[in-house]
């Protein structure tokens, strides 16, 4: 069982920048990969990006790269989602979600943290 607790949201302006973070606790993540969703209000969830608990490899989504920047803090268990340059189309609610490795299904969840970005 892994535990995710999402934070950092808000309200920001576009081109502004924000960092979100996800506390994660319960198993050992080394055999995990941490991966960042968003879903906007009448959008399917989206997929923004992840990263490979043991050796920090990370991927990103096309319509991110470039922007955001995911990272990890070993001793503080927790990922981070940098978010450079925030567009309106970046608004939803961002999830940190923990799958194992060699799986494509992530079977852990937070509780998500809403990012709103004016224009």
């Known amino acids: 069982q892994v535990q995710l607790v999402e934070s950092g949201g808000g309200l920001v302006q576009a081109g502004d920048s924000l960092r979100l973070s996800c506390a994660a606790s319960?198993?050992?993540?080394?055999?995990?990969?941490l991966g960042w969703f968003r879903q906007a209000p009448g959008k399917e969830r989206e997929f923004v990006g992840r990263?490979?608990?043991?050796?920090?490899?990370?991927y990103y989504a096309d319509s991110v790269k470039g922007r955001f920047t995911i990272s990890r803090d070993v001793v503080k268990n927790t990922v981070y989602l940098q978010m450079n340059s925030l567009r309106p189309e970046d608004t939803a609610v961002y999830y940190c979600?923990?799958?194992?490795?060699?799986?494509?299904?992530?079977?852990?969840w937070g509780q998500g943290t809403q990012v709103t970005v004016s224009s």
């Open positions: 979600a923990a799958s194992f490795v060699g799986s494509s299904n992530y079977g852990f």
């Open positions: 319960g198993r050992t993540l080394s055999s995990y990969t």
């Open positions: 990263i490979r608990w043991n050796g920090g490899a990370t």
